[in-house]
C-alpha cells in the first residue's frame, strides 16, 4: 500500500502517523500542504492530528484550504481511501468528506487522556480487524473534539451503519458519543482519538495496530 501523509504548518502527529503505516507495511510519503498534487499510485492519505494554521478561525478551516487537499478530494472522489485523526478529522468536515462539525469541547477545557472506545461496526476497512462491539483504548487531546450533526444527519449515520467508534465515557460533549464516523462509500474515516499513539507497548498499549494492520491488508486485497 501506498500512503501519503499531509503535512501543515503546526501539524505534531505526521511522524507518528508515518510510523505507525510503515509499521503496518506501508510505503509512507509525506506531503506539504501546499503541493498541487499527491504522489502518482497513492492508495491512502492520512490527514494527521495537530493545530494547522494554530488554529486560528475554526480548527482545519483554513487548511482545507490548502491546494493539497484540492487533490485530497479528487482522490477521495476517485475512491481512494483517507484517514483524518483528530485535526485531521477536522479538516475532513471541512472539506465536507465527512458530515458534521467538531465544536469545542463541552467542559471548554483541553482533553489529554486514554479513553474507551466502543468498535461501533466492522464493515470498512478500518475497523475489520477488530470485533464488533468490542472496547478498545486509544489515546485523545483535543480542545474541539465535541461532534455535532442535526439530527436528520445522525439518523442516516445510524442506519447507514457510518458510526465507527463511540466512546465509552463522553470526553467533550460529542452527539451520540460519536469518535469516528465513516463516508458513504466506507472509504474515508474521520476520527478524534488518536490510533498512531497506540501502536507500541511503549505507548502503553497497541489497540490502534488491529486499525493500521486491517487497512493495509484490505487496501492490498482490493
Known amino acids: 500500500m501506498k500512503a501519503a501523509v499531509i503535512v501543515f504548518p503546526g501539524s505534531n502527529c505526521d511522524r507518528d502517523m508515518a510510523v505507525a503505516l510503515r509499521q503496518a507495511g506501508a510505503d509512507v510519503t509525506m506531503v506539504w500542504h501546499k503541493d498541487a498534487a499527491l504522489p502518482k499510485g497513492v492508495d491512502l492519505v492520512a490527514v494527521p492530528g495537530g493545530f494547522s494554521f494554530g488554529d486560528y478561525l475554526r480548527c482545519g478551516a483554513i487548511a482545507a484550504q490548502s491546494p493539497v487537499c484540492q487533490g485530497l478530494v479528487e482522490h477521495v472522489t476517485r475512491g481512494g481511501y483517507a484517514l483524518g485523526v483528530c485535526n485531521g478529522f477536522q479538516v475532513l468536515t471541512e472539506t465536507r468528506l465527512l458530515p458534521g462539525a467538531l465544536m469545542r469541547n463541552a467542559g471548554l477545557k483541553f482533553v489529554c487522556k486514554t479513553v474507551g472506545l466502543n468498535v461501533v461496526t466492522t464493515d470498512s476497512a478500518f475497523t475489520a480487524e477488530y470485533a464488533k462491539g468490542s472496547v478498545i483504548s486509544v489515546p485523545v487531546a483535543h480542545h474541539d473534539g465535541n461532534y455535532y450533526a442535526d439530527d436528520e444527519t445522525l439518523a442516516q449515520l445510524r442506519d447507514q451503519d457510518r458510526i465507527a467508534f463511540t466512546y465509552t465515557e463522553n470526553p467533550n460533549g460529542a452527539k451520540a458519543d460519536i469518535a469516528g464516523v465513516l463516508s458513504e462509500n466506507r472509504r474515508v ?19 490502534g495496530q488491529a486499525l493500521f494492520r486491517g487497512l493495509l491488508a484490505q487496501v492490498v486485497a482490493a
Open 189 to 207: 474515516l474521520g476520527m478524534m482519538p488518536h490510533p498512531e499513539r497506540a501502536v507500541d507497548p511503549l505507548h502503553g498499549g497497541t489497540d
